[in-house]
Protein backbone atom coordinates (compact mmCIF):
# COMPACT_ATOMS: atom_id res chain seq x y z
CA UNK A 1 0.00 0.00 0.00
CA UNK A 2 0.99 3.32 -0.58
CA UNK A 3 0.80 4.64 3.07
CA UNK A 4 3.30 2.20 3.66
CA UNK A 5 5.89 3.20 0.92
CA UNK A 6 8.22 5.48 3.51
CA UNK A 7 10.39 6.68 0.29
CA UNK A 8 7.04 7.74 -1.01
CA UNK A 9 6.35 9.53 1.66
CA UNK A 10 9.64 10.88 2.33
CA UNK A 11 9.53 12.47 -1.14
CA UNK A 12 6.55 13.86 -0.16
CA UNK A 13 7.91 15.56 2.35
CA UNK A 14 11.04 16.81 1.22
CA UNK A 15 8.56 18.31 -1.41
CA UNK A 16 5.84 20.19 0.62
CA UNK A 17 8.92 21.43 2.56
CA UNK A 18 10.31 23.08 -0.08
CA UNK A 19 10.44 26.69 -1.49
CA UNK A 20 8.30 26.12 -4.10
CA UNK A 21 5.39 24.68 -1.14
CA UNK A 22 5.72 25.15 2.47
CA UNK A 23 9.17 25.98 2.47
CA UNK A 24 8.97 29.77 2.50
CA UNK A 25 5.38 29.94 4.44
CA UNK A 26 6.58 30.67 8.24
CA UNK A 27 2.70 29.60 9.72
CA UNK A 28 4.23 25.78 8.79
CA UNK A 29 6.64 23.55 9.89
CA UNK A 30 7.36 20.65 7.48
CA UNK A 31 9.90 18.31 9.00
CA UNK A 32 13.02 17.07 7.29
CA UNK A 33 13.59 13.75 6.38
CA UNK A 34 17.04 11.58 6.86
CA UNK A 35 18.46 10.69 3.39
CA UNK A 36 19.61 7.39 4.91
CA UNK A 37 15.50 6.79 5.28
CA UNK A 38 14.23 3.69 3.63
CA UNK A 39 10.96 2.07 2.11
CA UNK A 40 10.72 0.55 5.02
CA UNK A 41 11.89 3.36 7.69
CA UNK A 42 11.11 6.41 8.47
CA UNK A 43 13.42 8.69 10.03
CA UNK A 44 12.20 12.42 10.10
CA UNK A 45 12.71 15.51 12.10
CA UNK A 46 10.90 15.59 15.49
CA UNK A 47 8.79 18.38 15.92
CA UNK A 48 6.98 19.52 19.73
CA UNK A 49 3.77 20.76 18.84
CA UNK A 50 0.54 19.59 20.04
CA UNK A 51 -2.76 17.78 18.26
CA UNK A 52 -5.24 20.12 17.21
CA UNK A 53 -7.39 17.44 18.35
CA UNK A 54 -6.25 17.07 21.19
CA UNK A 55 -5.41 20.46 22.55
CA UNK A 56 -7.61 22.40 25.19
CA UNK A 57 -9.40 24.61 23.00
CA UNK A 58 -10.44 26.76 26.55
CA UNK A 59 -7.12 27.15 26.51
CA UNK A 60 -6.48 28.19 23.49
CA UNK A 61 -7.03 32.00 22.65
CA UNK A 62 -9.72 33.07 19.78
CA UNK A 63 -6.48 34.57 17.84
CA UNK A 64 -4.72 30.85 18.08
CA UNK A 65 -7.95 29.20 17.17
CA UNK A 66 -8.92 31.30 13.82
CA UNK A 67 -5.44 31.25 12.77
CA UNK A 68 -5.31 27.62 12.84
CA UNK A 69 -8.41 27.01 11.04
CA UNK A 70 -7.20 29.78 8.65
CA UNK A 71 -4.66 28.85 7.99
CA UNK A 72 -5.30 25.00 7.48
CA UNK A 73 -8.26 25.81 4.75
CA UNK A 74 -5.87 27.93 3.18
CA UNK A 75 -3.60 24.78 2.89
CA UNK A 76 -6.16 22.55 1.81
CA UNK A 77 -7.66 24.88 -0.95
CA UNK A 78 -3.59 25.29 -2.08
CA UNK A 79 -2.87 21.96 -1.93
CA UNK A 80 -5.85 21.65 -4.12
CA UNK A 81 -5.90 24.09 -6.64
CA UNK A 82 -1.93 25.87 -6.10
CA UNK A 83 0.42 22.20 -5.52
CA UNK A 84 -2.36 20.01 -7.58
CA UNK A 85 -0.77 17.93 -4.63
CA UNK A 86 -2.83 16.70 -1.44
CA UNK A 87 -2.08 15.26 1.94
CA UNK A 88 -5.48 13.50 1.93
CA UNK A 89 -6.06 12.41 5.54
CA UNK A 90 -7.57 15.08 7.74
CA UNK A 91 -7.18 13.43 10.73
CA UNK A 92 -6.84 16.25 13.33
CA UNK A 93 -3.51 14.38 15.12
CA UNK A 94 -1.77 15.05 11.76
CA UNK A 95 -1.60 18.89 12.44
CA UNK A 96 0.36 19.94 15.19
CA UNK A 97 -0.21 23.39 16.86
CA UNK A 98 3.26 24.62 18.53
CA UNK A 99 2.39 27.69 20.79
CA UNK A 100 5.86 28.84 21.13
CA UNK A 101 6.77 28.92 17.26
CA UNK A 102 3.14 29.83 16.54
CA UNK A 103 3.30 27.23 13.58
CA UNK A 104 1.41 24.74 12.10
CA UNK A 105 3.31 21.53 12.37
CA UNK A 106 2.36 19.31 9.73
CA UNK A 107 3.39 15.04 9.76
CA UNK A 108 2.15 12.41 7.97
CA UNK A 109 2.54 12.53 4.66
CA UNK A 110 1.94 8.99 3.87
CA UNK A 111 -1.85 9.26 2.24
CA UNK A 112 -0.28 12.38 -0.04
CA UNK A 113 -2.23 12.06 -3.62
CA UNK A 114 -1.75 14.26 -7.13
CA UNK A 115 -4.26 15.42 -8.98
CA UNK A 116 -4.56 16.05 -12.76
CA UNK A 117 -4.80 19.29 -14.15
CA UNK A 118 -7.83 18.08 -16.27
CA UNK A 119 -9.85 17.08 -13.45
CA UNK A 120 -8.79 19.87 -10.96
CA UNK A 121 -9.75 22.72 -14.10
CA UNK A 122 -13.66 20.32 -14.04
CA UNK A 123 -13.55 20.53 -10.15
CA UNK A 124 -12.87 23.88 -9.57
CA UNK A 125 -15.86 24.86 -11.88
CA UNK A 126 -18.37 22.63 -10.29
CA UNK A 127 -17.08 24.02 -6.66
CA UNK A 128 -16.92 28.12 -8.66
CA UNK A 129 -20.69 26.88 -9.79
CA UNK A 130 -22.30 25.96 -6.63
CA UNK A 131 -20.27 28.86 -4.46
CA UNK A 132 -22.43 31.07 -7.23
CA UNK A 133 -25.61 29.41 -6.89
CA UNK A 134 -25.52 28.47 -10.54
CA UNK A 135 -27.90 24.86 -10.95
CA UNK A 136 -27.32 24.42 -14.41
CA UNK A 137 -23.60 24.39 -14.22
CA UNK A 138 -23.55 22.80 -11.48
CA UNK A 139 -25.44 19.99 -13.04
CA UNK A 140 -23.02 20.64 -16.51
CA UNK A 141 -19.56 20.05 -14.42
CA UNK A 142 -21.06 17.25 -12.09
CA UNK A 143 -22.03 15.40 -15.23
CA UNK A 144 -18.35 16.00 -17.35
CA UNK A 145 -16.40 15.02 -13.80
CA UNK A 146 -19.07 11.68 -13.41
CA UNK A 147 -20.99 12.73 -10.07
CA UNK A 148 -24.11 12.46 -13.07
CA UNK A 149 -24.69 10.42 -16.18
CA UNK A 150 -27.59 12.70 -17.21
CA UNK A 151 -30.15 9.80 -16.73
CA UNK A 152 -30.53 11.45 -12.92
CA UNK A 153 -34.44 11.85 -11.60
CA UNK A 154 -35.18 15.14 -10.06
CA UNK A 155 -34.78 13.64 -6.86
CA UNK A 156 -31.49 12.78 -6.71
CA UNK A 157 -30.37 16.13 -9.40
CA UNK A 158 -31.73 18.18 -6.56
CA UNK A 159 -29.94 16.52 -3.76
CA UNK A 160 -27.10 16.84 -5.03
CA UNK A 161 -27.00 20.35 -6.64
CA UNK A 162 -28.12 21.19 -2.85
CA UNK A 163 -25.30 19.47 -1.60
CA UNK A 164 -22.69 21.00 -3.60
CA UNK A 165 -24.11 24.12 -3.01
CA UNK A 166 -24.66 23.77 0.92
CA UNK A 167 -21.11 22.46 1.06
CA UNK A 168 -19.56 25.99 -0.98
CA UNK A 169 -22.09 28.50 1.52
CA UNK A 170 -18.68 29.33 3.16
CA UNK A 171 -17.18 30.05 -0.41
CA UNK A 172 -19.99 32.27 -1.34
CA UNK A 173 -19.62 36.09 -2.22
CA UNK A 174 -23.56 36.43 -0.46
CA UNK A 175 -21.74 34.85 2.79
CA UNK A 176 -21.38 37.57 5.75
CA UNK A 177 -17.59 37.13 6.89
CA UNK A 178 -15.90 36.19 8.74
CA UNK A 179 -17.88 33.14 8.74
CA UNK A 180 -18.99 31.23 12.10
CA UNK A 181 -17.94 27.96 12.17
CA UNK A 182 -18.86 27.47 15.71
CA UNK A 183 -21.36 25.73 17.51
CA UNK A 184 -25.26 27.10 17.20
CA UNK A 185 -23.77 28.72 14.19
CA UNK A 186 -24.50 28.86 10.63
CA UNK A 187 -22.31 25.99 10.14
CA UNK A 188 -24.03 23.58 12.07
CA UNK A 189 -27.31 23.85 10.28
CA UNK A 190 -26.11 23.28 6.61
CA UNK A 191 -23.65 19.88 8.43
CA UNK A 192 -27.29 18.52 9.27
CA UNK A 193 -28.84 19.50 5.83
CA UNK A 194 -25.78 18.34 4.14
CA UNK A 195 -25.98 15.09 6.21
CA UNK A 196 -30.05 14.98 4.99
CA UNK A 197 -29.11 14.82 1.23
CA UNK A 198 -27.06 11.59 1.80
CA UNK A 199 -29.94 8.81 2.22
CA UNK A 200 -32.01 10.38 -0.50
CA UNK A 201 -28.59 10.32 -3.12
CA UNK A 202 -27.39 6.97 -1.78
CA UNK A 203 -31.55 5.64 -3.14
CA UNK A 204 -31.23 7.46 -6.39
CA UNK A 205 -27.33 7.77 -7.58
CA UNK A 206 -26.93 5.80 -10.89
CA UNK A 207 -23.20 5.95 -10.93
CA UNK A 208 -20.30 5.94 -7.57
CA UNK A 209 -18.48 9.53 -7.07
CA UNK A 210 -15.94 9.68 -9.22
CA UNK A 211 -12.58 8.07 -7.33
CA UNK A 212 -10.64 11.31 -7.61
CA UNK A 213 -13.60 12.88 -4.75
CA UNK A 214 -13.12 10.66 -2.40
CA UNK A 215 -10.20 11.29 -0.77
CA UNK A 216 -10.74 15.30 -1.97
CA UNK A 217 -13.88 15.60 -0.39
CA UNK A 218 -12.83 13.75 3.06
CA UNK A 219 -10.09 16.44 3.79
CA UNK A 220 -12.22 19.32 2.25
CA UNK A 221 -14.77 18.06 4.93
CA UNK A 222 -12.10 17.56 7.62
CA UNK A 223 -11.11 20.85 7.14
CA UNK A 224 -14.40 22.32 7.53
CA UNK A 225 -14.69 20.19 11.37
CA UNK A 226 -11.91 21.32 12.46
CA UNK A 227 -12.89 24.78 12.34
CA UNK A 228 -15.93 24.14 13.92
CA UNK A 229 -14.31 22.04 16.48
CA UNK A 230 -12.15 25.07 17.25
CA UNK A 231 -15.52 27.42 17.30
CA UNK A 232 -13.31 29.60 14.30
CA UNK A 233 -14.47 32.65 12.84
CA UNK A 234 -12.55 32.86 9.59
CA UNK A 235 -12.93 35.09 6.04
CA UNK A 236 -13.14 32.29 4.85
CA UNK A 237 -14.64 33.61 1.02
CA UNK A 238 -11.31 35.89 1.16
CA UNK A 239 -9.32 32.61 1.48
CA UNK A 240 -10.80 31.34 -1.33
CA UNK A 241 -10.31 34.54 -3.71
CA UNK A 242 -6.91 34.66 -2.56
CA UNK A 243 -6.21 31.06 -3.59
CA UNK A 244 -8.22 30.99 -6.26
CA UNK A 245 -7.31 34.02 -8.68
CA UNK A 246 -4.15 32.32 -8.88
CA UNK A 247 -5.53 29.60 -10.83
CA UNK A 248 -4.58 29.35 -14.47
CA UNK A 249 -7.23 26.73 -16.43
CA UNK A 250 -5.76 25.26 -19.35
CA UNK A 251 -6.71 26.73 -22.34
Given at each position: ???????????FL?????????????????????????????????????????????G??????????????E??????????????????????????????????F????????E?????????????????????????????????????M??A????????????K????????????????G??????A??????????????????????????T???????????D?????????????F??
Open positions: ADECDYTREGSTKFGSPGYLGGDSRFKVPWVWEGSTKSVLAMERVHGTSVGDADISMSKKDRDDIAAWILLCLKELFEFRLMQTDPNWSNFLWNSHTRRVELVDGATREYSKFMDSWLLLLQAAASEDRDSCIEWSTKLGYLTGKENQILDHVNSMMLLATPFASTPQPFNFGPGSTWSITTEIRQIPVMLMHRLTPPPRETYSLNRKLSGFLLAARLGARIARGIWDRVVSKYQSS
